[in-house]
């Protein structure tokens, strides 16, 4: 009441908007003696009827019950609302009781992991985020509990392996305690290194007369500044230019040098092949021309008739073959071979 949140002490958390809202924490020093005020606000969510109640806290000093004590034990398979549950948090401290044997045991915090760093659990097979219990007696503690301060249950910890624990069968039954992470801490042995804080008086040094700046400015020439900004890179972009313009064009070697310096066999060699190359593609170009000799009808040698032509018209003529044996054409002159000597065979 009176502030725009909760004590810095104080938790609250509610799983679900259908669940219990659990209100927990553990007050300091500095909340001796202060009622608390808690101002509760409901409203239905149905009929929108609200309701108002005020919790009052009375917070005690701790010195009236000593308890110099203290064991603080993490709890895997437990969440904070869990555990802050009545019958939970008295069966544990009844567990706790059995291993200890003290004349007095009281809870003194109970903090949820995700609060000490824990990251948030998968939710498969039920998985808790845990929480930690600190609980204080008036007696030392007991052998059980001194067992996770021997050299083999530590080495056990740092391997990541299960401590031997004897009393852990009173625990497990209900509670699953990770004994690597239990701390036990005995306020008898402790000094005390609080130094009291001295408070001053609240009120600032004089510094004067506050002094605002002039209304009045200075004008402010950026002419040379604009020079500069746009003078250096455009000097260094017409150097640039210049150096790759001479390497473009004042270094090239042209088409005659590059002729005086090949061998004559090699440009012809170059120059026959461009030809060919170039009648090709000009061929390729018009398909248009003369039909072959070959193509033309001839007569047969011994019946006189007309032969047709090998390449019917409807003949794709891109697969005509350049050149074929020509025989018995009209007015095609035979030249005479020359026989070799030798024997006439019929």
Not at 4 to 32: A, C, F, K, M
Not at 49 to 54: D, F, I, L, Q, V
Not at 226 to 231: S, V
Not at 232 to 243: D, E, G, K, R, T
């Given at each position: 009441?009176?502030?725009?949140?909760?004590?810095?002490?104080?938790?609250y958390?509610?799983?679900?908007?259908?669940?219990?809202?659990?209100?927990?924490?553990?007050?300091?020093?500095?909340?001796?003696?202060?009622?608390?005020?808690?101002?509760?606000?409901?409203?239905?969510?149905?009929?929108?009827?609200?309701?108002?109640?005020?919790?009052?806290?009375?917070?005690?000093?701790?010195?009236?019950?000593?308890?110099?004590?203290?064991?603080?034990?993490?709890?895997?398979?437990?969440?904070?609302?869990?555990?802050?549950?009545?019958?939970?948090?008295?069966?544990?401290?009844?567990?706790?009781?059995?291993?200890?044997?003290?004349?007095?045991?009281?809870a003194?915090?109970?903090?949820?992991?995700?609060?000490?760093?824990?990251?948030?659990?998968?939710?498969?097979?039920?998985?808790?985020?845990?929480?930690?219990?600190?609980?204080?007696?008036?007696?030392?503690?007991?052998?059980?509990?001194?067992?996770?301060?021997?050299?083999?249950n530590?080495?056990?910890?740092?391997?990541?392996?299960?401590?031997?624990?004897?009393?852990?069968?009173?625990?497990?039954?209900?509670?699953?305690?990770?004994?690597?992470?239990?701390?036990?801490?005995?306020?008898?042995?402790?000094?005390?290194?609080?130094?009291?804080?001295?408070?001053?008086?609240?009120?600032?040094?004089?510094?004067?007369?506050?002094?605002?700046?002039?209304?009045?400015?200075?004008?402010r020439?950026?002419?040379?500044?604009?020079?500069i900004?746009?003078?250096?890179?455009?000097?260094?972009?017409?150097?640039?230019?210049?150096?790759?313009?001479?390497?473009?064009?004042?270094?090239?070697?042209?088409?005659?040098?590059?002729?005086?310096q090949?061998?004559?066999?090699?440009?012809?060699?170059?120059?026959?092949?461009?030809?060919?190359?170039?009648?090709?593609?000009?061929?390729?170009?018009?398909?248009?021309?003369?039909?072959?000799?070959?193509?033309?009808?001839?007569?047969?040698?011994?019946?006189?008739?007309?032969?047709?032509?090998?390449?019917?018209?409807?003949?794709?003529?891109?697969?005509?073959?350049?050149?074929?044996?020509?025989?018995?054409?009209?007015?095609q002159?035979?030249?005479?071979?020359?026989?070799?000597?030798?024997?006439?065979?019929?």
């Amino acid at each position: 009441m009176g502030y725009p949140d909760r004590p810095g002490w104080l938790r609250y958390i509610q799983r679900t908007p259908y669940s219990d809202g659990v209100l927990y924490g553990s007050p300091t020093v500095e909340n001796v003696g202060k009622p608390t005020i808690i101002e509760i606000t409901a409203y239905n969510r149905r009929t929108f009827e609200t309701a108002r109640h005020n919790l009052i806290i009375n917070i005690m000093s701790a010195e009236d019950f000593p308890l110099p004590y203290q064991a603080e034990f993490f709890i895997r398979n437990m969440n904070v609302e869990e555990m802050l549950a009545s019958e939970v948090l008295g069966d544990f401290l009844g567990a706790v009781k059995n291993v200890w044997q003290p004349e007095r045991l009281n809870a003194i915090n109970i903090t949820s992991a995700l609060d000490r760093g824990g990251r948030v659990p998968l939710p498969i097979n039920d998985m808790k985020e845990g929480v930690y219990v600190m609980v204080g007696a008036d007696v030392p503690f007991s052998s059980c509990l001194r067992e996770v301060e021997n050299p083999q249950n530590q080495l056990r910890c740092s391997q990541e392996m299960e401590p031997s624990i004897t009393c852990d069968k009173k625990f497990r039954t209900q509670f699953h305690i990770d004994w690597c992470k239990i701390s036990l801490v005995d306020n008898t042995k402790q000094v005390s290194t609080f130094q009291e804080v001295i408070r001053g008086e609240g009120i600032l040094p004089d510094g004067g007369e506050y002094k605002p700046p002039s209304d009045s400015l200075k004008s402010r020439d950026y002419y040379s500044d604009f020079l500069i900004t746009l003078a250096v890179p455009s000097a260094v972009a017409l150097v640039l230019f210049l150096i790759l313009a001479y390497i473009m064009c004042c270094r090239r070697e042209g088409v005659e040098k590059r002729n005086m310096q090949t061998p004559d066999i090699q440009l012809v060699h170059h120059s026959a092949i461009q030809k060919s190359t170039k009648e090709l593609r000009d061929m390729s170009k018009n398909r248009e021309i003369a039909w072959p000799l070959s193509t033309l009808p001839v007569f047969h040698p011994v019946t006189g008739e007309i032969v047709p032509p090998l390449h019917p018209d409807n003949y794709d003529n891109t697969s005509m073959p350049l050149m074929q044996t020509q025989q018995n054409l009209p007015h095609q002159t035979q030249i005479p071979q020359q026989q070799s000597a030798g024997k006439w065979y019929s």
